[in-house]
């Protein structure tokens, strides 16, 4: 796949550079800011090769692209005119200027662009200090042993330096300098500073008796120190003449902001954290198997908006604030339910497509990633996912019932497990088999139905182009045993020897008509393509005999719905000729209708050349 096609037709998609205020990424979606989001196509983004789907929530619009978000991001932002839009977007002046500022959609912005950039490296390290738990509960390696001491402190560092990484974030988003916004982490986390806190001393400013208080590891004091920055900063530069400013404002920023931090915005920031976790912690004490239930269930769900960093804040805050998180574990259920449910998907169907794509999805998933699985599989599907909350709940009541507790962040994974140990870990264990396993089974047997076990993918990248709805081989339509049809009278199109008796859509649209006999059906493609599919030559005289509909008029259909289903044994042994014909029978709208001759379903069967061209 080519980043730079991809970057290009997203662009596109959304109208042009001229209607992108900003675009960031996260781990799986690039977001943009829009001016206007009506001008954007959403349809015919989510039908480019690449990407998984669109979803228009908290102020973002958000293309899901995968794991490849970053190769496609950085295509995106080297395209002429877009660096300026990069991570550096004036957002808020824009839409308070419109007249369309959200509180809700601000903070879900600040927080997404505060902890994307670093996730990654803090999911990494909490996966480290999981294996060395892990390692010293097996007695594999000594906590005085030099290895332990030297991958803990690499384990240990981000977090324990957490202010400084949200320091920088935070003021690249809010633009304020970076370099002084880490000068005023440094000093909350000074050795001079940690060790009056070990001691229990005061610091005495001019008279304002100051307590000092362990920033290591927080999150809210440092964020709300740069939300001031922002504020002091521009009243300094026009203060200070340019030819001094870049001496002075630095100078006076840190003059002024840390003993203001250390007076003020730090206990206010403490203050925040407690309460904050105070509230969690009297939900989860009101009924552990209850939350359990509830966030196994539906955090999925939050994930779909986009609006799950603001659980991540607070998960990180836990840990800073009580020393262990009892979310985290709750989430690996719904996070390993999607998983299996993906599997369910895999297990059940017979088309490669499907198998391919719920295969990788699966394994993405089992490793923290779920918007593959959630957006390319058990979503579109509709049943899986119902699947994988029901098993998400009832695994995530278990381990909420445990109680089991997270010893530091990290994505919710198979590989955060040993992050796990300690109490109620037991619990983690049957809880996560029961998410996952339940997910399968429930899928499996309950959550694919027949409709649409042939295939679930709408990615028709062309469309002009339609596919094969039925496996067989491919004739041209000249060559077919009946006159209207061989003569193109009705339009151009193909002939299909069938292979067995499942038709499927072969495009994305609405059933327009639906034979009383069965043997035919009429289509219109999402795209304005005319289709009609006729099973058999001279069939209409066996009056429906053999044949059963499966859908409707005015049904919206998906490729690979099954559409009718045939006895082709039946029909052979009748003395009818079972070719089934694809005609397009707004030909006239079209230059060229070019026909693919390969056999096998799932295969481009016609190209369609619109007149314009």
């Not at 943009?32 to 983004?45: C, G, P, Y």
């Not at 738990?133 to 001491?149: H, R």
């Not at 920033?215 to 003449?241: H, M, Q």
């Not at 006999?517 to 058999?536: F, K, M, N, R, Y």
């Amino acid at each position: 796949m080519s980043y730079q096609k991809l970057a290009k037709e997203i662009l596109d998609g959304v109208g042009g550079k001229e209607n992108v205020n900003a675009v960031w990424h996260c781990a799986t979606r690039l977001r943009f800011k829009l001016n206007d989001v009506k001008s954007a196509d959403t349809n015919k983004i989510e039908k480019l090769e690449g990407v998984i789907t669109v979803v228009d929530s908290a102020g973002q619009y958000q293309v899901v692209v995968g794991n490849s978000v970053s190769q496609v991001y950085g295509a995106l932002t080297s395209l002429p005119g877009m660096a300026t839009h990069a991570s550096t977007s004036n957002e808020d002046v824009q839409e308070k200027r419109t007249g369309k500022f959200n509180p809700i959609s601000q903070l879900m912005d600040f927080v997404s662009a505060v902890f994307t950039p670093f996730l990654g490296a803090l999911a990494g390290a909490g996966i480290l200090k999981g294996i060395l738990a892990l390692l010293t509960t097996m007695n594999w390696i000594s906590p005085d042993s030099g290895a332990y001491k030297v991958w803990s402190t690499a384990g240990d560092a981000i977090f324990y330096f957490l202010p400084v990484f949200l320091a920088f974030t935070a003021a690249k988003k809010l633009r304020v300098n970076q370099f002084v916004a880490v000068s005023l982490a440094g000093a909350l986390v000074h050795p001079t500073l940690v060790e009056i806190v070990s001691n229990s001393q005061t610091i005495n400013f001019f008279g304002i008796s100051i307590v000092p208080i362990t920033y290591t590891a927080s999150v809210f004091p440092i964020l709300l120190a740069i939300w001031g920055l922002s504020y002091l900063e521009p009243l300094l530069n026009k203060f200070f003449p340019e030819s001094v400013r870049n001496m002075l404002t630095p100078l006076f920023s840190l003059v002024i902001m840390l003993p203001l931090t250390l007076i003020m915005i730090g206990p206010i920031g403490t203050k925040i954290s407690s309460v904050l976790a105070l509230v969690l912690l009297a939900i989860y004490s009101f009924s552990p198997l209850l939350a359990g239930l509830v966030l196994g269930a539906f955090h999925q769900s939050i994930v779909i908006f986009g609006v799950h960093w603001a659980l991540i804040t607070l998960m990180i805050n836990n840990i800073t604030n009580q020393g262990y998180d009892q979310w985290l574990p709750i989430i690996c259920a719904a996070v390993l339910s999607q998983a299996g449910a993906a599997l369910g998907v895999f297990l059940k169907s017979k088309d490669a497509k499907i198998k391919g794509l719920s295969s990788s999805a699966a394994i993405t998933a089992i490793f923290g990633i779920t918007e593959p699985a959630i957006y390319g599989v058990t979503l579109k599907l509709k049943r899986p996912f119902y699947c994988a909350m029901i098993a998400g709940g009832i695994g995530g009541a278990i381990i909420g019932s445990f109680e089991v507790h997270a010893s530091t962040f990290t994505f919710p994974s198979l590989l955060a497990i040993p992050t796990y140990l300690g109490q109620g870990f037991i619990g983690e264990v049957i809880g996560l088999i029961v998410a996952f396993f339940g997910a399968v089974i429930l899928t499996y047997f309950f959550g694919v139905s027949t409709k649409s076990v042939g295939s679930i993918s709408n990615d028709v990248s062309n469309p002009n182009e339609i596919l094969s709805p039925i496996d067989g081989e491919v004739v041209p339509l000249n060559r077919v045993s009946d006159e209207v049809f061989a003569s193109e009278a009705m339009g151009k199109g193909a002939g299909i020897i069938p292979a067995d008796g499942i038709v499927t859509a072969p495009v994305n649209g609405t059933v327009t008509s639906v034979y009383r006999t069965g043997h035919a059906i009429g289509i219109v493609s999402d795209s304005g393509v005319e289709l009609l599919i006729h099973i058999g030559i001279n069939t209409v005289k066996l009056k429906g005999q053999y044949f059963k509909p499966l859908v409707k008029e005015n049904e919206k259909i998906k490729v690979g719905d099954r559409l009718v289903e045939f006895d082709l044994e039946q029909i052979k042994a009748a003395g009818y000729d079972p070719t089934v014909m694809v005609v397009i029978t707004n030909s006239s709208n079209y230059d060229q209708v070019i026909v693919n001759l390969e056999d096998a379903k799932s295969k481009r069967l016609l190209q369609l050349i619109p007149a314009e061209q």
